[in-house]
């Protein structure tokens, strides 16, 4: 991967390990799935007036991915930080859509994994079984399950994002956005009930409308975004682990904001995760060039 491609991986990185305790701190405000319809309403407009819908992107292909991750992914792991799973512990498990990926990847596409990518997955899974294993009192059955369904979800969005190669990434993100507001806004009304919702819009602190805002800028507009992007010029065995970071930030954050004690352990584990993504890399720098498009 070419260094710069490395660095918006490494930004997609940051931005959504932040996001969990950005979500984290908005629900002191707003509840969970009203939250996630208002990130897609304002991700959407009024942008969506001035970006066009991408000419060779189907409605269908759309909607199946607005679905996947707008509501059934997103719903997962905010549900799992509503249930009080630790933000720090929600980044780490969640990764295990990279697994999920690969898997899918190799079924759907015939994606090869050499024995140096195995190894080094191998090696970054190692680091995030030693970071889970010293987490794992903060954990409960819900949350963990919330976020295992999640990363399956992520997982299959990947698939359609290999299908939408050739899509322009920012009006994907944009226009996507169509699709989860209102399935989202029914599960409000049935989980959360109307009271709720009018007296969460009513009394939102400014903490929470700069939470939400830094949801939809930095977690849906620049991080989906890039996302999408490098999945546009590189396979998907090569994208994917560069996810495994998330947990790196996200739990640093999390220890820094929420004071979560983290030991030595778990920053080796740390430390594993980052020779995992060297080994696995390392011989692709030289070998592999983006796709070039017009």
Same mark, same amino acid.
């Given at each position: 991967? *070419?260094?710069? *491609?490395?660095? #918006? !991986?490494l930004?997609?990185a940051?931005?959504?390990?932040?996001?969990?305790?950005?979500?984290?701190?908005?629900?002191?405000?707003?509840? @969970?799935?009203?939250?996630?319809?208002?990130?897609f309403?304002?991700?959407?407009?009024?942008?969506?007036?001035?970006?066009?819908?991408?000419?060779?992107?189907?409605?269908?292909? &759309?909607?199946?991915i607005?679905?996947?991750?707008?509501?059934?992914?997103?719903?997962?792991?905010?549900?799992?930080l509503?249930?009080?799973f630790? /933000?720090?512990l !929600?980044?780490?498990?969640?990764?295990?859509?990279? #697994?999920?990926?690969?898997?899918?990847?190799?079924?759907?596409?015939?994606?090869?994994?050499? /024995?140096?990518?195995?190894?080094g &997955?191998?090696?970054?899974? &190692?680091?995030?079984?030693?970071?889970?294993?010293?987490?794992?009192?903060?954990?409960?059955?819900?949350?963990?399950?919330?976020?295992?369904?999640?990363?399956l979800?992520?997982?299959?969005?990947? &698939?359609?994002?290999?299908?939408?190669?050739?899509?322009?990434?920012?009006?994907? $993100?944009?226009?996507?956005g169509?699709?989860? /507001?209102?399935?989202?806004?029914? #599960?409000?009304?049935?989980?959360?009930? @109307?009271?709720?919702?009018?007296?969460?819009?009513? *009394?939102?602190s400014?903490?929470g409308?700069?939470?939400?805002?830094?949801? $939809? $800028? !930095?977690?849906?507009?620049?991080?989906?975004?890039?996302w999408?992007?490098?999945?546009?010029?590189?396979?998907?065995?090569?994208?994917? /682990?560069?996810?495994?970071?998330?947990? $790196?930030?996200?739990?640093?954050?999390?220890?820094?904001?929420f004071?979560?004690?983290?030991?030595l352990?778990?920053?080796?584990?740390?430390?594993?995760?980052?020779?995992?993504?060297?080994?696995?890399q390392?011989?692709? !720098?030289?070998?592999e060039?983006?796709?070039?498009?017009?």
């Amino acid at each position: 991967m *070419h260094i710069r *491609h490395v660095f #918006l !991986a490494l930004t997609i990185a940051f931005v959504w390990g932040s996001n969990f305790v950005v979500a984290k701190w908005c629900m002191n405000d707003l509840p @969970p799935f009203l939250l996630l319809c208002l990130r897609f309403i304002f991700s959407t407009f009024p942008l969506i007036f001035f970006i066009p819908k991408p000419k060779n992107l189907s409605w269908s292909l &759309m909607s199946t991915i607005a679905l996947l991750l707008g509501v059934c992914k997103f719903s997962f792991v905010f549900l799992s930080l509503y249930f009080e799973f630790s /933000p720090g512990l !929600a980044s780490l498990v969640l990764q295990t859509q990279v #697994l999920f990926t690969i898997i899918l990847s190799k079924i759907f596409f015939k994606s090869q994994v050499s /024995p140096r990518q195995a190894l080094g &997955m191998v090696i970054a899974f &190692m680091g995030i079984g030693l970071i889970a294993q010293q987490t794992g009192g903060q954990a409960n059955i819900i949350g963990f399950a919330c976020i295992m369904i999640a990363a399956l979800f992520w997982a299959f969005a990947n &698939m359609f994002f290999r299908k939408a190669k050739n899509v322009d990434a920012f009006g994907l $993100v944009i226009w996507m956005g169509l699709v989860p /507001p209102l399935p989202l806004l029914g #599960l409000s009304f049935i989980f959360e009930g @109307p009271e709720l919702i009018i007296e969460s819009l009513r *009394h939102i602190s400014m903490k929470g409308v700069l939470s939400l805002a830094f949801i $939809v $800028v !930095a977690g849906t507009w620049i991080g989906s975004t890039l996302w999408a992007y490098l999945f546009k010029l590189y396979d998907a065995a090569i994208v994917v /682990p560069y996810a495994l970071l998330i947990p $790196v930030f996200g739990m640093t954050l999390s220890w820094m904001v929420f004071r979560e004690a983290y030991t030595l352990t778990t920053f080796s584990g740390c430390l594993l995760v980052f020779a995992g993504l060297i080994i696995n890399q390392w011989h692709k !720098a030289k070998k592999e060039s983006p796709v070039k498009h017009p």
